[in-house]
């Protein structure tokens, strides 16, 4: 179920008559914010809920959602190319920033990934500033039934699947994105 909302003066936000566990995506003001953490307690410690997502149980009420925003966002947009002159890329091709350091895998909110343009082209906007690797990999099978999906966030949305896409990155290019840094003109070898 969608439910869009926008939040208060204060920050404060309500959603109605939702059960099960869901993934909270944000659709920041501007490039130059990303998101810091979604986290929410429990009686032992906070719930990183950009990975784990949110549970809520019918009736229940669920309060303290903590999502914090940072300005300094940085963006990389450039354009996969075949590594041969002869060679084309595959139709559905996504491109992954994936955390250098592999201690890093639990933290959903410092990967991303979008889906390459007709012409080659990406951008990935709203990033926090860190050390990267960059993957450029085929689309999965449920995303090249449904073509309509603007995304393929399957991979990044769960632990095995980061630990993959770090496994796949190992060996690929690191790149160093500063706070409020726009790199453009990136070229990934496919």
């Not at 003001?29 to 429990?42: F, G, K, L, R």
């Not at 084309?88 to 592999?102: G, K, R, T």
């Not at 449920?142 to 769960?158: G, H, M, P, V, W």
Request: glycine share 6%; hydrophobic share 35%; aromatic share 6%.
């Amino acid at each position: 179920m969608d439910q869009n909302v926008s939040p208060n003066p204060k920050g404060e936000f309500s959603l109605k008559r939702v059960t099960g566990t869901y993934r909270i995506n944000m659709w920041l003001p501007s490039d130059d914010w990303y998101v810091a953490n979604m986290t929410i307690p429990s009686p032992s410690k906070l719930i990183d809920i950009s990975t784990a997502g949110l549970s809520v149980k019918s009736g229940q009420r669920v309060s303290n959602l903590n999502i914090v925003l940072k300005n300094g966002a940085a963006s990389l947009s450039g354009k996969v190319l075949p590594k041969s002159n002869e060679g084309s890329a595959p139709d559905l091709l996504h491109v992954y920033l994936i955390p250098s350091e592999v201690n890093r895998v639990d933290e959903g909110l410092r990967f991303a990934d979008i889906m390459v343009q007709a012409d080659g082209t990406f951008i990935l906007k709203n990033l926090a500033p860190g050390s990267y690797k960059i993957l450029a990999r085929p689309a999965d099978k449920e995303t090249k039934a449904n073509t309509n999906r603007s995304d393929d966030s399957s991979l990044i949305n769960t632990h095995d699947g980061r630990v993959l896409l770090m496994r796949e990155a190992n060996e690929s290019t690191v790149i160093e994105l500063r706070s409020c840094e726009k790199q453009t003109g990136y070229k990934l070898k496919y």
